[in-house]
């Protein structure tokens, strides 16, 4: 980035003033940016109460596919990592099936964003074939792990000014962003994304363009917003669609100068509530609006108690951070939130080094010391901010205001000296945490993608 902004710069508001620790919206500065029309046309459908048929899902994809213009193109399917829950072993055979003998070429990449490479045995597993078969069945496609951390694997395409972040972000930040993008993709002349949508933390709700950044993307860009999106705070974002965070993304998936579609997923289960195709608006805004009526539940009042249950698709704090943000509006002020986990051992694969180094804290920790922080990594620093939680930092005292404690096989002494709490997995028992919602105890068996929200709209934190 060209330019750092001061603690000020960094928590100043035009369209947004720092309050007791909180930006909130001012009145009059116009609210979140609208969709625009995409050129291409949506197609599918979704159901709140039932899921799709594989022959439903079929037909989709061949009606969507038969009018996309691909046949001797040079294809690129983004897919998401096993971080996310999704059929994409159906999905992979019946878009192969569709354009291998349509397809120049069609090839697959993990949008991995920052996450670990997957080995080839994982990968095959993940879309639900074998090497054999990956030979005898599905030689046209090559696949490719995004690599985000070497800049030779990376092509700039274009940048943010300072004048955009500005407006974007409603005066919390200034300074310009330099866009870059695994500059595979370049060598292609199609784009075709398939992955779920859910709520986010920092966009609002992933899917769409969001496999394109941070899914593809060079680092400076995926901090930068990232950053936006811990300044304005996970409660304020999350389960909105068109947040300054989703207006950064699709700024700069506009500077990519290949052609685009998605394929939007609504999970509901092990299936698909919902499956749209089209533009990088249209279809991603339709899935999301399904996702909110899916996704997203609601209750009368907080919990004191909540043990929040990581799935094994998570392999470590990083990931299963998540099972903090989509529970943090119904902790109640002083309540505590247990990430318990028995199968993870490290806080992060790829950025643990940095947090063992700063920690997880408050956001106001690192803007009231910014000139100590502003060197580390912004996404980084982000990830601290949603998995601590909302807080205060005065006279030196950070003061979050859920605790947040993991049961894992992350030692003890590791725990306290990134500052989150610890039990011992062994003293958890889970049939103590079930069936006591009355009590202000709540059990979330599967955590992480379906967010959480009080009823009255009064979510803590907010």
């Known amino acids: 980035m060209s330019s750092r902004p001061s603690a000020l710069e960094a928590a100043r508001c035009g369209g947004y003033s720092l309050i007791a620790g909180d930006i909130h919206p001012r009145r009059g500065c116009g609210g979140y940016p609208s969709a625009t029309?995409?050129?291409?046309?949506?197609?599918?459908?979704?159901?709140?109460?039932?899921?799709?048929?594989e022959e439903e899902i079929g037909e989709i994809?061949?009606?969507?596919?038969?009018?996309?213009?691909?046949?001797?193109?040079?294809?690129?399917?983004?897919?998401?990592?096993?971080?996310?829950?999704?059929?994409?072993?159906?999905?992979?055979?019946?878009?192969?099936?569709?354009?291998?003998?349509?397809?120049?070429?069609?090839?697959?990449?993990?949008?991995?964003?920052?996450?670990?490479?997957?080995?080839?045995?994982?990968?095959?597993?993940?879309?639900?074939?074998?090497?054999?078969?990956?030979?005898?069945?599905?030689?046209?496609?090559?696949?490719?792990?995004?690599?985000?951390d070497k800049p030779d694997a990376l092509a700039v395409v274009g940048g943010l000014t300072e004048d955009e972040v500005e407006q974007i972000s409603g005066g919390l930040l200034r300074l310009s962003v330099e866009v870059a993008i695994n500059k595979?993709?370049?060598?292609?002349?199609?784009?075709?994304?398939?992955?779920?949508v859910f709520p986010h933390e920092v966009a609002g709700f992933s899917g769409g363009s969001k496999y394109f950044f941070p899914g593809i993307s060079g680092p400076e860009v995926l901090n930068f917003f990232h950053w936006l999106g811990a300044l304005i705070t996970n409660p304020e974002i999350i389960g909105h669609k068109w947040t300054?965070?989703?207006?950064?993304?699709?700024?700069?998936?506009?500077?990519?100068?290949?052609?685009?579609?998605?394929?939007?997923?609504?999970?509901?289960g092990n299936g698909l509530s919902g499956l749209y195709y089209g533009g990088p608006k249209d279809a991603w805004s339709a899935a999301a609006d399904l996702s909110d009526k899916l996704h997203i539940v609601y209750r009368e009042k907080p919990y004191h108690t909540v043990l929040s249950c990581a799935p094994k698709m998570y392999d470590d704090i990083w990931t299963a951070g998540k099972c903090m943000y989509k529970l943090e509006p119904v902790v109640a002020d002083g309540g505590?939130?247990?990430?318990?986990?028995?199968?993870?051992?490290?806080?992060?694969?790829?950025?643990?080094?940095?947090?063992?180094?700063?920690?997880?804290?408050?956001?106001?920790?690192?803007?009231?010391q910014w000139d100590k922080f502003k060197h580390y990594p912004w996404g980084v620093l982000a990830h601290s901010t949603h998995v601590r939680g909302i807080g205060t930092y005065e006279n030196g005292v950070d003061k979050p205001r859920v605790e947040v404690i993991l049961a894992t096989r992350i030692p003890e002494s590791r725990c306290r000296k990134i500052n989150l709490g610890y039990i011992d997995i062994h003293d958890i028992r889970v049939e103590d945490y079930m069936d006591r919602e009355d009590?202000?105890?709540?059990?979330?068996?599967?955590?992480?993608?379906?967010?959480?929200?009080?009823?009255?709209?009064?979510?803590?934190?907010?």
Not at 184 to 196: A, E, F, K, N, T
């Open 61 to 148: 994809v061949a009606r969507s596919l038969d009018g996309a213009g691909l046949d001797g193109k040079r294809v690129l399917v983004l897919i998401p990592d096993h971080t996310r829950t999704s059929p994409i072993p159906l999905m992979f055979r019946t878009v192969y099936n569709c354009l291998s003998e349509r397809a120049a070429a069609l090839d697959v990449m993990i949008a991995l964003g920052t996450h670990q490479p997957m080995p080839d045995e994982h990968i095959y597993s993940h879309v639900g074939i074998t090497a054999e078969e990956h030979e005898r069945l599905y030689s046209k496609t090559r696949f490719f792990n995004h690599e985000w």
């Open 439 to 462: 009590e202000g105890i709540l059990y979330v068996q599967k955590a992480g993608e379906t967010l959480y929200r009080l009823k009255n709209g009064k979510n803590k934190g907010v």
């Open 37 to 53: 029309d995409s050129a291409k046309t949506m197609i599918g459908t979704g159901y709140e109460n039932k899921a799709l048929s």
């Open 184 to 196: 595979q993709v370049l060598d292609y002349d199609h784009l075709l994304v398939i992955g779920p």
């Open 336 to 368: 505590k939130l247990i990430i318990y986990a028995r199968h993870i051992t490290e806080i992060s694969y790829t950025h643990g080094g940095v947090l063992d180094e700063i920690g997880y804290h408050t956001r106001d920790y690192f803007v009231k």
């Open 244 to 268: 300054p965070v989703r207006q950064v993304i699709e700024r700069a998936a506009a500077l990519i100068p290949v052609e685009k579609s998605l394929f939007c997923m609504v999970v509901s």
